[in-house]
């Protein structure tokens, strides 16, 4: 979903946001650094798989999952991180490693830290690796319908 298009689902369900142009940078905790938003505040998009079926784990840009509690939460026997390879081609418009965690737009579920959930605002890239978008966690969880639970660690 390239940034246009998610902008559009937001104006279309009357979501307040802001987006915010940054320069490259490696990884979620740079990324942050970079615009000034808390890591606590700045969603990670991790791809698993649970049991075979791709999902999306979100969680602080902090953190990691601990794919043995998500296992347990999400009532599966396995859950594993997915390659790039088996998920690229899931997300043909956005960056690898951009995708917005709005799986729920691409037929998958998503799981949200409860240690991210506990936020006011979430951020999060928009499809590109320059771009994020900061909203109400409200409003995603309002449009996104994730599972909340608690599978994040510290690291």
Same mark, same amino acid.
Do not use: W
């Given at each position: 979903?390239? =940034?246009?298009?998610?902008?559009?689902?937001?104006?279309? *369900?009357?979501? $307040?946001?802001?987006?915010? &142009?940054? /320069?490259?940078?490696?990884?979620?905790?740079?990324?942050?650094?970079?615009?000034?938003?808390?890591g606590r505040e700045l969603a990670?998009?991790?791809?698993?798989?649970?049991?075979?079926?791709?999902?999306?784990a979100v969680i602080t840009a902090?953190?990691? =999952?601990?794919?043995?509690?998500?296992?347990?939460?999400? *009532?599966?026997? $396995?859950?594993?991180?997915? &390659?790039? /390879?088996?998920?690229?081609?899931?997300?043909?418009?956005?960056?690898?490693?951009?995708?917005?965690?709005?799986?729920?737009?691409?037929?998958?579920?998503?799981?949200?830290?409860?240690?991210?959930?506990?936020?006011?605002?979430?951020?999060?890239?928009?499809?590109?690796?320059?771009?994020?978008?900061?909203?109400?966690m409200q409003d995603f969880v309002?449009?996104?319908?994730?599972?909340?639970?608690?599978?994040?660690?510290?690291?």
């Amino acid at each position: 979903m390239p =940034v246009k298009e998610l902008k559009d689902f937001l104006d279309q *369900h009357g979501v $307040k946001y802001v987006t915010i &142009s940054h /320069s490259p940078a490696h990884t979620a905790q740079e990324i942050a650094a970079s615009v000034g938003v808390s890591g606590r505040e700045l969603a990670k998009t991790v791809m698993v798989k649970l049991d075979d079926r791709m999902a999306m784990a979100v969680i602080t840009a902090v953190g990691h =999952v601990d794919l043995g509690r998500l296992a347990v939460f999400a *009532h599966v026997a $396995k859950a594993d991180l997915a &390659s790039e /390879s088996e998920f690229k081609g899931m997300f043909p418009s956005c960056e690898v490693g951009a995708m917005p965690p709005f799986g729920n737009l691409y037929g998958m579920p998503v799981y949200v830290s409860d240690t991210l959930a506990k936020d006011v605002e979430i951020a999060f890239n928009a499809g590109r690796a320059t771009e994020l978008v900061r909203m109400t966690m409200q409003d995603f969880v309002r449009l996104v319908k994730p599972v909340i639970g608690s599978f994040e660690m510290a690291r």
